[in-house]
């Protein structure tokens, strides 16, 4: 079975600095997926960024990127220029694809706070 | 287009009692799944529903049931509540094609005295 760890329960940043969030997982797949997702107060997971392992390039949506290693099985977070905004619950999620559907593993979060 | 919508948000019950979340899916979306949030476990897949069939389950007592129907809302029912069962109870659609995104509900608090 997978395993996603990430082993940072609290960080914090400074507005418009840089912050990063780290992600280990465990597979024995050549071929997954992996998530990035931001889950704020009002509950609701908000999809960031994805990652498909046979991917090299490392994925990208604005202030947001990922550091993918895939030998190393690591998925890290990066955002850049932080907000207000981006103060949330961090989750990385690992999905295996084709017959597994819809079905995630994540990680236990990382609460993200940002300083004003 | 309307999101994910979950109801209801919140929800109080005693233990030995049943309960039935609800989640209305994007339109068009076929499948639905399930998840289970606590501080202790966090985030673990219930099972998910496409086209009005389980297609996946997660490792949960047959306490934890659902189904689909033909406008692919879904609902989950948990009988003979049990204090651990306690949790935000999330939903989350796809279209069903295969590693399509998730689209996440904003989540059913159950708090089970």
């Known amino acids: 079975a997978q395993t996603v760890t990430q082993s940072q329960p609290e960080m914090s940043v400074q507005e418009a600095e840089t912050v990063t969030l780290s992600c280990t997982y465990d597979t024995s797949e050549s071929d997954y997926y992996l998530f990035w997702y931001k889950q704020p107060p009002s509950r609701q997971m908000i999809l960031v960024i994805r990652q498909e392992a046979y991917k090299q390039q490392n994925a990208t949506e604005n202030r947001f990127s990922v550091n993918f290693q895939k030998a190393a099985k690591s998925f890290s977070l990066k955002i850049s220029d932080s907000q207000l905004g981006d103060a949330a619950m961090y989750f990385c999620?690992?999905?295996?694809?084709?017959?597994?559907?819809?079905?995630?593993?994540f990680g236990e979060g990382t609460q993200l706070t940002v300083n004003p | 287009k309307a999101g994910v919508t979950q109801t209801p948000r919140y929800l109080i019950k005693t233990r030995g009692q049943q309960v039935t979340l609800s989640c209305s899916p994007i339109s068009g979306h076929r499948s639905v799944s399930w998840y289970q949030q606590t501080p202790g476990q966090g985030l673990q897949f219930l099972f998910e529903y496409f086209s009005e069939t389980q297609r996946n389950k997660g490792n949960f007592p047959g306490r934890f049931s659902g189904r689909q129907f033909s406008n692919s809302r879904s609902e989950m029912n948990v009988s003979t509540l049990e204090l651990g069962d306690s949790a935000l109870y999330l939903c989350?659609?796809?279209?069903?094609?295969?590693?399509?995104?998730?689209?996440f509900g904003s989540g059913t608090q159950l708090s089970v005295l």
């Open positions: 999620a690992y999905r295996s694809p084709g017959t597994s559907g819809s079905r995630l593993t």
């Open positions: 989350a659609s796809s279209s069903g094609v295969t590693n399509e995104k998730l689209f």
